[in-house]
């Protein structure tokens, strides 16, 4: 089975300083993936790469089977509508309507007419329930769980097979993280996407997760379920997994 996402040895340097040295991950189809790490452990650094924001200074990575870096920009622009990004706080244009925030990528392609553009827009609004009314409005106008919903929308506007996910419930109170996390287990569970996110929520990633990927001394010191993980001797995991809340929220007392 074609990974949806392989990292070989990969190593980043910024000045004289190493983020990442020899660090591997594979996330099978249709997993959900959560990343977690200390601050300053690599997380959003190793998340970029994962994107195509930044490359690594050394060291491979494969996007559903593909180079993600390398071959042209046409084939790098085709590998790159396979996969959609959800960013930490929605980067929805301010300017730009709901409607035309999700329309963005689909315009972008030059292959739709205005029609169907629309007949998606609406599909994707239905799909992250949205209501049609929601399409003229302004980001300035949209609650923090609203802005979410749209940039999942946008995320989704191409029909992606794997979606990446930079802190999906930052910022939202605990009942409006709890529906956002239902809403993309559903939607992963219904269009077949395979979902990786970084977070340092243990609710989010107790709801989503099937593994778990520990970053910490420069590489993944861990790759299972939670169960499995919280059992490894490691100071980060100790702190971050069995700490009063965290057993809370993984159900552990």
């Known amino acids: 089975m074609t990974l949806a996402i392989s990292v070989r040895d990969l190593s980043t340097r910024f000045g004289e300083t190493w983020v990442h040295r020899g660090l591997n991950l594979d996330v099978e189809r249709g997993e959900l993936v959560a990343l977690v790490g200390g601050s ?4 959003t650094t190793l998340l970029r ?3 195509g924001l930044s490359e690594p200074t050394l060291g491979r990575i494969l996007i559903l089977g593909e180079p993600l870096f390398g071959g042209g920009i046409a084939r790098e622009r085709a590998l790159r509508q396979r996969f959609g990004v959800l960013f930490q ?3 929805l ?3 730009f309507s709901v409607f035309d925030n999700i329309a963005f990528p689909l315009r972008e392609l030059k292959r739709f007419d205005e029609a169907l553009i629309f007949d998606l827009v609406m599909l994707k609004l239905d799909l992250v329930e949205l209501l049609p009314r929601h399409a003229g409005l302004l980001p300035s106008e949209l609650s ?3 802005i979410k919903r749209v940039a999942l929308a946008r995320a989704l506007a191409l029909e992606p097979e794997l979606l990446l996910l930079d802190e999906p419930t ?3 109170d605990p009942d409006r993280s709890d529906s956002f996390v239902r809403l993309i287990r559903t939607l992963g569970a219904e269009l077949g996407l395979t979902v990786v996110l970084v977070t340092h929520d243990v609710d989010t990633l107790a709801g989503l997760s099937t593994r778990v990927a520990v970053l910490a001394d420069q590489r993944i010191v861990a790759y299972d379920s939670v169960d499995a993980v919280i059992r490894i001797d490691h100071p980060f995991i100790r702190n971050f997994f069995l700490s ?3 057993r809370r929220a993984l159900h552990q007392d």
């Open 40 to 43: 300053g452990s690599g997380k």
């Open 244 to 246: 009063e809340r965290s």
């Open 89 to 91: 706080q929605g980067a």
């Open 170 to 172: 930052a910022g939202l």
């Open 93 to 95: 244009f301010s300017a």
């Open 49 to 51: 790469q994962l994107v």
């Open 144 to 146: 923090g769980g609203m």
